[in-house]
């Protein structure tokens, strides 16, 4: 291919969660003049079904709702979409430290990347918990002879490398399951990846990755978040309370439906009471309730502010455990539905006591206004973390290590049974 030539690559990310399925179609344009730039073509978000509090509990309607969002992505792309990278979240996440260690190869004892991958390799050699599979393995450090806090050995001369590992696990059936999902719904997977390191890779720069911060995706059943520092992830947790929590306390504070309390949280909500004139009303019937109802936007800011302030506390506890309280410097950066709420970077700058801001994807070009849209954060972090891979032309080993493992056992398997 000559060098001033254009070339485009589609890589698709699919966000399947329990509210909505979310697909974001990018496009890969390298040329002389852009070396390289991702355009997000397509941006697809339909009602979840079939999957409750991150689990699967119906097969075929997770396919139904998988396939419908494929669908009207695929039209809006004009070309089949065939392959995709398949976000992973839910409380079954699970990390645990680990170590690698090695010999160096090469008779001159120069570091190469075939050792960096050995070394990451024995890291993996531990006992995996009972029913889990590593979905991706993430160098912290390397040492060199006894030298510790080398960020890339590669070219350096020694006779031991060493490194420090953050081993990240899923359930095994949960992977199946969604494997089978996908699959059934007519398309390949490249990789599984987690939602919520996806979304970092496009809502902070490595500016902030060095100084400190933490990436909070509020969802429906849970708040998933990660901790970057030097450069690297220092942690990662799920919580098991998001906004659907929310929605549930307006529904029993205001004694109304999911459906009317959903719409009150969207248009309503605020987290932050303090302020809000006590004498302003809302009829719920105005937000769909079968009869006429008044309540105050006090009380329903009071409803909000409880349960937010919660979520953030609990937040501020999984800091507190890895000693970062109040001590990230680039601060706090919320994505996911429940982040939408009026008033919620307010309420994290007095809770967490850090700087806050909502999370828009960086350096993502797009026609789409889904692209300022922060539920979409991880379906975008999936196309980018994916055009990475693809455009450098080989896997990474701090990005993911499943595929090899478990995809292609399972792909046998599951394509068989698409109809």
Same mark, same amino acid.
């Given at each position: 291919?000559? =060098?001033?030539?254009?070339?485009? !690559?589609?890589?698709?990310?699919?966000?399947?969660?329990? %509210?909505?399925?979310?697909?974001?179609?990018? *496009? $890969?344009?390298?040329?002389?003049?852009? &070396? *390289?730039? $991702?355009?997000?073509?397509?941006?697809?978000?339909? &009602?979840?079904?079939?999957?409750?509090?991150?689990?699967?509990?119906?097969?075929?309607?997770?396919?139904?709702?998988?396939s419908?969002?494929? !669908?009207?992505? !695929?039209?809006?792309?004009?070309?089949?979409?065939?392959?995709?990278?398949?976000?992973?979240?839910?409380?079954?996440?699970?990390? *645990?430290?680990?170590?690698?260690?090695?010999? +160096?190869?090469?008779?001159?004892?120069?570091?190469?990347?075939?050792?960096?991958?050995?070394?990451?390799?024995?890291?993996?050699?531990?006992?995996?918990?009972?029913?889990?599979?590593?979905?991706?393995?993430?160098?912290?450090?390397?040492?060199?002879?006894?030298?510790?806090?080398?960020?890339?050995?590669?070219?350096?001369?020694?006779?031991?490398?060493?490194?420090?590992?953050?081993? +990240?696990?899923?359930?095994?059936?949960?992977?199946?399951?969604?494997s089978?999902?996908?699959?059934?719904?007519?398309?390949?997977?490249?990789?599984?990846?987690?939602?919520?390191?996806?979304?970092?890779?496009?809502?902070?720069?490595?500016?902030?990755?060095?100084?400190?911060?933490?990436?909070?995706?509020?969802?429906?059943?849970?708040?998933?978040?990660?901790?970057?520092?030097?450069?690297?992830?220092?942690?990662? #947790?799920?919580? &098991? /309370?998001?906004?659907?929590?929310?929605?549930?306390? $307006?529904a029993?504070? $205001?004694?109304?439906?999911?459906?009317?309390?959903?719409?009150?949280?969207?248009?309503?909500?605020?987290?932050?009471?303090?302020? /809000?004139n006590?004498?302003?009303?809302?009829?719920?019937?105005?937000?769909?309730?079968?009869?006429?109802?008044?309540?105050? =936007?006090?009380? @329903?800011? *009071?409803?909000?502010?409880?349960?937010?302030?919660? @979520?953030?506390e609990?937040?501020? !506890?999984?800091?507190?455990?890895?000693?970062?309280?109040?001590?990230? &410097?680039?601060?706090?950066?919320? @994505?996911?539905?429940? #982040?939408?709420?009026?008033?919620? +970077?307010?309420?994290?700058?007095q809770?967490?006591?850090?700087?806050?801001q909502?999370?828009?994807?960086?350096?993502?070009? %797009?026609?789409?206004?889904?692209i300022?849209?922060?539920?979409?954060?991880?379906?975008?972090?999936?196309?980018?973390?994916? %055009?990475?891979?693809?455009?450098?032309?080989?896997?990474?080993?701090?990005?993911?290590?499943?595929?090899?493992?478990?995809?292609?056992?399972?792909?046998?398997?599951?394509?068989?049974?698409?109809?």
């Amino acid at each position: 291919m000559a =060098r001033n030539r254009t070339y485009t !690559e589609i890589v698709t990310g699919l966000d399947v969660g329990s %509210s909505s399925v979310r697909v974001a179609v990018g *496009q $890969l344009v390298v040329s002389k003049d852009h &070396p *390289q730039q $991702l355009q997000i073509v397509s941006s697809i978000e339909v &009602p979840s079904e079939g999957i409750q509090k991150g689990q699967i509990t119906s097969i075929e309607d997770t396919v139904s709702a998988v396939s419908n969002a494929l !669908e009207q992505a !695929e039209k809006m792309v004009g070309v089949p979409i065939e392959h995709v990278w398949v976000g992973v979240s839910g409380n079954q996440i699970i990390s *645990q430290e680990s170590k690698g260690v090695i010999a +160096i190869s090469r008779t001159d004892g120069e570091v190469a990347e075939e050792d960096i991958d050995r070394a990451v390799d024995a890291a993996k050699a531990i006992s995996t918990p009972l029913n889990y599979e590593i979905l991706h393995v993430l160098p912290r450090s390397f040492s060199v002879d006894g030298q510790t806090g080398i960020k890339d050995p590669v070219g350096m001369t020694g006779i031991r490398l060493e490194v420090d590992t953050k081993i +990240i696990h899923s359930v095994t059936s949960h992977i199946k399951n969604l494997s089978k999902v996908v699959y059934r719904a007519g398309v390949d997977i490249d990789d599984f990846v987690l939602s919520i390191l996806a979304a970092g890779e496009v809502v902070i720069n490595s500016r902030q990755k060095e100084l400190g911060c933490v990436v909070v995706n509020i969802g429906g059943p849970t708040t998933s978040m990660v901790v970057y520092e030097d450069g690297d992830v220092l942690h990662t #947790s799920v919580i &098991p /309370i998001g906004s659907s929590h929310i929605t549930n306390d $307006l529904a029993l504070g $205001l004694k109304t439906s999911i459906d009317v309390a959903e719409r009150v949280k969207k248009e309503y909500g605020e987290c932050v009471s303090r302020g /809000i004139n006590k004498k302003e009303i809302v009829d719920l019937k105005d937000v769909g309730a079968d009869k006429s109802e008044i309540v105050t =936007r006090y009380y @329903i800011a *009071q409803i909000i502010e409880a349960r937010v302030s919660e @979520i953030l506390e609990k937040v501020d !506890e999984e800091l507190a455990s890895i000693e970062r309280s109040n001590m990230l &410097p680039a601060g706090a950066v919320f @994505i996911g539905g429940g #982040s939408k709420v009026n008033g919620i +970077i307010d309420i994290a700058k007095q809770v967490l006591s850090l700087p806050a801001q909502l999370g828009y994807p960086l350096g993502v070009d %797009s026609i789409s206004d889904k692209i300022s849209d922060i539920s979409f954060a991880p379906a975008i972090g999936l196309v980018k973390w994916g %055009s990475a891979l693809t455009h450098d032309g080989k896997r990474k080993p701090f990005m993911s290590n499943f595929k090899g493992k478990m995809s292609d056992r399972v792909k046998g398997i599951f394509k068989s049974l698409i109809p």
